[in-house]
C-alpha cells in the first residue's frame, strides 16, 4: 500500500513537471516567433563576450576549454553510447521494459527535437563568432533537449533501485545538474540563443516525464499482478 501511495505520488509530480514543461516550451516558442525575446537574447549572448573582442568568451582559457568538454555530454555521440550501454544492460539482466523505456524516450526525443527545429527554421546565433562546429538549425536546442530527455530518464530510472529519500533526491539533483550544464554550455559557445536552450530543457523535461507516466502505468500494472500471484499463493499456503 505504502509503495502504491508513493508511486500515485510520483506520478502526479510526473505530470506536473510535464505540463508546466510543455506551457513552458509553448510560451517560449510564441515569444521566439514574435521576435519578443531576441533582444534579451542579443543582451545575455553579449554579456558572455569580453566588449573589447566578441570572439573572446568571459573568463580564463581554461573555462572555455572545460565548457567544451561539458558540451560534449550532450552530443550525439556520448548520449548514444550512453543509451546504448544502458539499453543492454537492462536486456541482460532481464529488465527489458525498462530497456523499452529508455530506448524509446531517447529515440522519440531525437525525432521530436529535429522535427521541431525544421518546423521553426531559426538560424544559428550570428551576433558572435560560433565556438563549436555546427551544421543544424537552432531552435530548440538539441543538446538541451536530448540532455533532459535522457539524463532525467535515467536519473529516475536509477532512482528506483534505491528507497532512501535522500538518494533518491541526490541522483535526480545530478540529473539535473548535468542538463542545466549542457545547455548553459551552449549559450557560452555561442551556437545557440538561450531561449533555444530554456524550450530545450522544457520540452526535454516534458517528454522525459510522458515517458517515466507510461512506464510508470505500465511497470505498476505488472507489478500489481505479481503482488496479485504472490498474495494467492500465500492463501493457498496458510491453507
Given at each position: 500500500m505504502?509503495?502504491?501511495?508513493?508511486?500515485?505520488?510520483?506520478?502526479?509530480?510526473?505530470?506536473?513537471?510535464?505540463?508546466?514543461g510543455?506551457?513552458?516550451?509553448?510560451?517560449?516558442?510564441?515569444?521566439?516567433?514574435?521576435?519578443?525575446?531576441?533582444?534579451i537574447?542579443?543582451?545575455?549572448?553579449?554579456?558572455?563576450?569580453?566588449?573589447?573582442?566578441?570572439?573572446?568568451?568571459?573568463?580564463?582559457g581554461?573555462?572555455?576549454?572545460?565548457?567544451?568538454?561539458?558540451?560534449a555530454?550532450?552530443?550525439?555521440?556520448?548520449?548514444?553510447?550512453?543509451?546504448?550501454?544502458v539499453?543492454?544492460?537492462l536486456?541482460?539482466?532481464?529488465?527489458?521494459?525498462?530497456?523499452v523505456?529508455?530506448?524509446g524516450?531517447?529515440?522519440?526525443?531525437v525525432?521530436l527535437?529535429?522535427?521541431?527545429?525544421?518546423?521553426f527554421?531559426?538560424?544559428?546565433?550570428?551576433?558572435?563568432?560560433q565556438?563549436?562546429?555546427?551544421?543544424?538549425l537552432s531552435?530548440?536546442?538539441?543538446h538541451?533537449?536530448?540532455?533532459?530527455?535522457?539524463?532525467?530518464?535515467?536519473g529516475?530510472?536509477?532512482?528506483?533501485?534505491?528507497?532512501?529519500?535522500?538518494?533518491?533526491?541526490?541522483?535526480?539533483?545530478?540529473?539535473?545538474?548535468?542538463?542545466?550544464?549542457v545547455?548553459?554550455?551552449?549559450?557560452?559557445?555561442?551556437?545557440?540563443?538561450?531561449?533555444?536552450?530554456?524550450?530545450?530543457?522544457?520540452?526535454?523535461?516534458?517528454?522525459?516525464?510522458?515517458?517515466?507516466?507510461?512506464?510508470?502505468?505500465?511497470?505498476?500494472d505488472?507489478?500489481?499482478?505479481?503482488?496479485?500471484?504472490r498474495?494467492?499463493?500465500?492463501?493457498?499456503?496458510?491453507?
Amino acid at each position: 500500500m505504502m509503495r502504491r501511495a508513493r508511486g500515485e505520488i510520483a506520478a502526479l509530480a510526473a505530470l506536473a513537471v510535464a505540463a508546466l514543461g510543455l506551457l513552458t516550451f509553448a510560451e517560449v516558442a510564441d515569444e521566439m516567433a514574435e521576435g519578443d525575446s531576441h533582444v534579451i537574447d542579443q543582451q545575455i549572448l553579449l554579456a558572455l563576450r569580453s566588449p573589447a573582442d566578441p570572439s573572446d568568451p568571459i573568463g580564463p582559457g581554461w573555462v572555455e576549454l572545460g565548457v567544451s568538454d561539458v558540451t560534449a555530454l550532450g552530443g550525439y555521440i556520448v548520449l548514444t553510447f550512453l543509451v546504448v550501454s544502458v539499453v543492454v544492460y537492462l536486456l541482460v539482466i532481464g529488465k527489458w521494459r525498462n530497456a523499452v523505456m529508455v530506448s524509446g524516450a531517447s529515440v522519440s526525443g531525437v525525432f521530436l527535437s529535429e522535427l521541431l527545429k525544421v518546423q521553426f527554421g531559426r538560424p544559428r546565433p550570428e551576433l558572435v563568432p560560433q565556438l563549436a562546429e555546427v551544421h543544424s538549425l537552432s531552435f530548440p536546442s538539441g543538446h538541451a533537449m536530448l540532455s533532459a530527455v535522457i539524463y532525467l530518464t535515467l536519473g529516475a530510472l536509477l532512482a528506483r533501485f534505491h528507497k532512501r529519500k535522500r538518494e533518491r533526491a541526490l541522483i535526480m539533483v545530478y540529473a539535473v545538474l548535468v542538463t542545466m550544464m549542457v545547455g548553459a554550455s551552449r549559450v557560452y559557445l555561442g551556437v545557440h540563443w538561450p531561449t533555444d536552450v530554456l524550450a530545450g530543457w522544457a520540452l526535454g523535461a516534458a517528454w522525459a516525464a510522458v515517458w517515466w507516466l507510461v512506464a510508470w502505468r505500465f511497470l505498476r500494472d505488472r507489478q500489481e499482478t505479481e503482488d496479485d500471484i504472490r498474495e494467492t499463493d500465500a492463501n493457498i499456503m496458510h491453507k
